[in-house]
């Protein structure tokens, strides 16, 4: 079916995908897909039947989808208080607090998190003022945020939305996406912004279809409403991009498959899901099964800086995260853009050593025989200010660039060593 095109507040409704708590009980079965949702109340109301609203829509999205559910969740409607505690601890579930430091410190070294800054605090503060709901596919429940704890036109449209990630989860397993992988982050953003991508595209069409215009009002006014606002422009610009990414990037990519094959391509993309951020900016790549280039980083690199140091973590950035690094360490957006575009492979290390001292060791593979002088001019200009000292290394034949962060001249030039030509 064909889907129409994303009015342009819809990318303020931004609904991240966290763990949920406790399940509930099964809602009634739905009525007939035909019934539109813009017969139903429009406000929040003593007497309006809550299951019926849900239901109807369920049906609505069914048909739009293309799947059926194979068991029903009951939504449930939290207040601002219960999802801000829900999302504390849902966070900190997820994330060990030894992964939360090693990402702080990488974001930190480069130059990406303000300093001081808490990343815990910052995810939770722009999640807690930008959720609309979500659908936890571990606790295998759906909740709805509702001020008033009624259901209108803004409280239908995230159902609408967390009802395609219900039928994801329930025909593709969302769970064997790997969508929290802690040592491919992007990997895990790709694959994300298949997931968002498709729900923001089935609730835009079921939008399109169901909401009057006095609905698309109401819907406008609560995402533009300040608190929500203010979360998402007082995010650090690295976490802001990256919040927005999976929606917006995800929603073009969808857009590319439904183009080329329906929503049988959709579905085909959840076996044979995105590898990178590079196949989300460029769909062609994905079409093409252009996968990533192979990065590995050598053994002992933490052993190369002495006594005390160790290896604490490892990712990849990949294309988006690269960009976006760049952008906000001061290179010209154009020109941030065109350094990764290039991009084929990478894999970052973040190593500790005494008395806090911390290194990176990025190595990056590149397309094109171009590319890789294209991306050291660039991280050159963005590294400058950093602390520390930061080297960057060339190697033409295999389109190889190296970067590495340390606290001393020496230590950077005995890493850059041990990642070898």
């Given at each position: 079916?064909?889907?129409?095109?994303?009015?342009?507040?819809?990318?303020?409704?931004?609904?991240?995908?966290?763990?949920?708590?406790?399940?509930?009980?099964?809602?009634?079965?739905?009525?007939?897909?035909?019934?539109?949702?813009?017969?139903?109340?429009?406000?929040?109301?003593?007497?309006?039947?809550?299951?019926?609203?849900?239901?109807?829509?369920?049906?609505?999205?069914?048909?739009?989808?293309?799947?059926?559910?194979?068991?029903?969740?009951?939504?449930?409607?939290?207040?601002?208080?219960?999802?801000?505690?829900?999302?504390?601890?849902?966070?900190?579930?997820?994330?060990?607090?030894?992964?939360?430091?090693?990402?702080?410190?990488?974001?930190?070294?480069?130059?990406?998190?303000?300093?001081?800054?808490?990343?815990?605090?910052?995810?939770?503060?722009?999640?807690?003022?930008?959720?609309?709901?979500?659908?936890?596919?571990?606790?295998?429940?759906?909740?709805?945020?509702?001020?008033?704890?009624?259901?209108?036109?803004?409280?239908?449209?995230?159902?609408?939305?967390?009802?395609?990630?219900?039928l994801q989860d329930q025909n593709f397993d969302?769970?064997?996406?790997?969508?929290?992988?802690?040592?491919?982050?992007?990997?895990?953003?790709?694959?994300?912004?298949?997931?968002?991508?498709?729900?923001?595209?089935?609730?835009?069409?079921?939008?399109s279809q169901n909401l009057t215009a006095g609905?698309?009002?109401?819907?406008?006014?609560?995402?533009?409403?300040?608190?929500?606002?203010?979360?998402?422009?007082?995010?650090?610009?690295?976490?802001?991009?990256?919040?927005?990414?999976?929606?917006?990037?995800?929603?073009?990519?969808?857009?590319?498959?439904?183009?080329?094959?329906?929503?049988?391509?959709?579905?085909?993309?959840?076996?044979?899901?995105?590898?990178?951020?590079?196949?989300?900016?460029?769909?062609?790549?994905?079409?093409?099964?252009?996968?990533?280039?192979?990065?590995?980083?050598?053994?002992?690199?933490?052993?190369?800086?002495?006594?005390?140091?160790?290896?604490?973590?490892?990712?990849?950035?990949?294309?988006?995260?690269?960009?976006?690094?760049?952008?906000?360490?001061?290179?010209?957006?154009?020109?941030?853009?065109?350094?990764?575009?290039?991009?084929?492979?990478?894999?970052?290390?973040?190593?500790?050593?005494?008395?806090?001292?911390?290194?990176?060791?990025?190595?990056?593979?590149?397309?094109?025989?171009?590319?890789?002088?294209?991306?050291?001019?660039?991280?050159?200009?963005?590294?400058?200010?950093?602390?520390?000292?930061?080297?960057?290394?060339?190697?033409?034949?295999?389109?190889?660039?190296?970067?590495?962060?340390?606290?001393?001249?020496?230590?950077?030039?005995?890493?850059?060593?041990?990642?070898?030509?």
């Amino acid at each position: 079916m064909h889907r129409s095109s994303r009015p342009p507040f819809v990318a303020l409704l931004v609904v991240i995908l966290v763990a949920a708590c406790t399940s509930t009980s099964s809602p009634s079965a739905p009525p007939s897909p035909t019934t539109p949702a813009s017969d139903l109340p429009s406000s929040p109301a003593p007497s309006i039947d809550a299951a019926a609203v849900y239901a109807a829509i369920a049906a609505q999205v069914e048909q739009i989808r293309g799947l059926r559910p194979t068991a029903a969740i009951t939504p449930v409607l939290l207040d601002e208080a219960q999802l801000e505690a829900n999302l504390a601890q849902d966070f900190d579930r997820e994330n060990p607090p030894a992964l939360v430091a090693v990402a702080q410190d990488e974001l930190s070294e480069l130059g990406l998190l303000p300093a001081g800054s808490s990343l815990r605090q910052a995810e939770i503060d722009l999640r807690a003022g930008q959720v609309a709901g979500y659908y936890s596919a571990l606790r295998k429940q759906l909740f709805v945020v509702s001020r008033s704890g009624g259901i209108g036109p803004t409280q239908r449209v995230t159902y609408a939305h967390e009802f395609t990630h219900q039928l994801q989860d329930q025909n593709f397993d969302l769970a064997t996406l790997g969508l929290d992988s802690p040592d491919q982050g992007d990997r895990s953003l790709a694959r994300l912004s298949l997931v968002e991508g498709d729900a923001v595209t089935a609730q835009t069409t079921w939008m399109s279809q169901n909401l009057t215009a006095g609905d698309l009002a109401q819907v406008l006014a609560d995402a533009s409403d300040p608190t929500a606002v203010a979360a998402l422009t007082n995010a650090p610009p690295f976490l802001r991009t990256i919040a927005l990414f999976p929606y917006t990037a995800g929603e073009t990519f969808v857009g590319v498959l439904i183009a080329t094959g329906g929503e049988a391509a959709v579905n085909g993309a959840f076996g044979q899901p995105p590898a990178s951020t590079e196949q989300i900016l460029h769909p062609a790549a994905y079409l093409a099964h252009e996968a990533p280039l192979a990065v590995s980083l050598p053994g002992g690199l933490a052993t190369s800086l002495g006594q005390g140091w160790r290896q604490a973590g490892l990712d990849t950035l990949g294309e988006l995260q690269i960009r976006t690094w760049l952008s906000v360490d001061g290179v010209a957006q154009a020109t941030a853009t065109t350094a990764a575009a290039g991009w084929g492979g990478d894999r970052l290390a973040v190593l500790d050593g005494p008395a806090g001292a911390r290194a990176l060791a990025l190595v990056t593979r590149w397309d094109a025989a171009t590319d890789p002088d294209e991306f050291a001019s660039a991280v050159a200009s963005a590294v400058a200010a950093m602390p520390g000292t930061v080297l960057v290394g060339t190697t033409a034949a295999t389109r190889t660039v190296r970067v590495v962060v340390a606290p001393t001249s020496a230590l950077a030039e005995s890493l850059l060593a041990a990642l070898g030509s």
